[in-house]
């Protein structure tokens, strides 16, 4: 099992960034394929990211993040991150860190979120 913090949201302006980290508890943490997902309001929760997709198994973006966010894992932290640049005010979210057993599994075990506020 493992549990998930996440920090690193706030208040930005448009056109800026932001880093999110997700620290994660357990000593297996480098076994499992971690995620970001974010919720707007009153939407549906999406996903954002992944480090390993099950198609070739390499990091995954939605297109609506692709070539602005990057998922990075530092596994001797215990910490995955998302670095969002170049962000829009449609990026307003609570964002969810995620982690699943193998890049077949469910997504079992997310953190509480952390605000993401994007300026026009």
């Known amino acids: 099992q493992v549990q998930l913090v996440e920090s690193g949201g706030g208040l930005v302006q448009a056109g800026g960034s932001l880093r999110l980290s997700c620290a994660a508890s357990?000593?297996?943490?480098?076994?499992?394929?971690m995620g970001w997902f974010r919720q707007a309001p009153g939407k549906e929760r999406e996903f954002v990211a992944t480090d390993r997709w099950w198609s070739g198994g390499r990091t995954y973006y939605a297109d609506s993040v692709k070539g602005r966010f990057t998922i990075s894992r530092d596994n001797a932290k215990n910490t995955v991150y998302l670095q969002m640049n170049s962000l829009k005010p449609e990026d307003t979210a609570v964002y969810y860190c995620?982690?699943?057993?193998?890049?077949?599994?469910?997504?079992?075990?997310w953190g509480q979120g952390t605000q993401v506020t994007v300026s026009s």
């Open positions: 995620e982690a699943r057993t193998s890049e077949l599994s469910r997504w079992e075990y």
């Open positions: 357990g000593r297996t943490f480098s076994s499992y394929v």
